[in-house]
């Protein structure tokens, strides 16, 4: 073997193409993910977010509609929820894609149902208001959990050993 097939194949094994041309440096990293694609994936989570927080804001305001005594805004609302954070895991390709607008969504219902100095509560302790906060997180939960894991179980956990075995 002589010098050049020895620098074709060290350069082989480093991931620089044989013809000596190096990538251009930052273009893409040992993952195989390019700065664009990681910034579209953050651009896309905060999206999600924003849109679990002016979901739950929203909410917030039209829980206490009823048709009768039927809560109906609420419960429709807690369906939504579900349906929110369900599509919007399953659109990300896991779970953190669910978890982030549940989180924020928890969140601003969480901050409304706190009751101001000056005496305003937006979410009440009604009926109504016990579906929404505690059907939504229980939604959101539901949601969540119905989205199937990104990875392999443990994978977390056991990093490479669990992608080693066959």
């Known amino acids: 073997m002589d010098e050049d097939d020895e620098s074709q194949v060290s350069l082989a094994k480093n991931g620089l193409p044989a013809d000596g041309a190096a990538a251009d440096p930052g273009m893409e990293r040992p993952d195989g993910e390019a700065p664009l694609d990681a910034f579209l994936s953050g651009a896309a989570y905060a999206a999600l977010g924003l849109l679990g927080a002016v979901f739950g804001l929203l909410g917030s305001f039209a829980q206490n509609w009823t048709a009768g ?46 009751r101001r100095p000056e005496g305003d509560l937006i979410v009440p302790g009604t009926t109504a208001g016990y579906i929404f906060i505690i059907g939504g997180m229980l939604a959101a939960v539901a949601g969540v959990m119905l989205v199937p894991a990104a990875r392999p179980p443990g994978d977390w956990l056991l990093g490479k050993a669990a992608r080693t075995r066959g």
């Open 69 to 114: 005594p039927v809560p109906a805004a609420s419960i429709v609302l807690v369906g939504l929820v579900f349906v929110m954070v369900r599509l919007a895991g399953t659109g990300m390709g896991g779970r953190l894609g669910a978890t982030v607008p549940a989180v924020m969504w928890g969140l601003v219902a969480f901050v409304m149902s706190m």
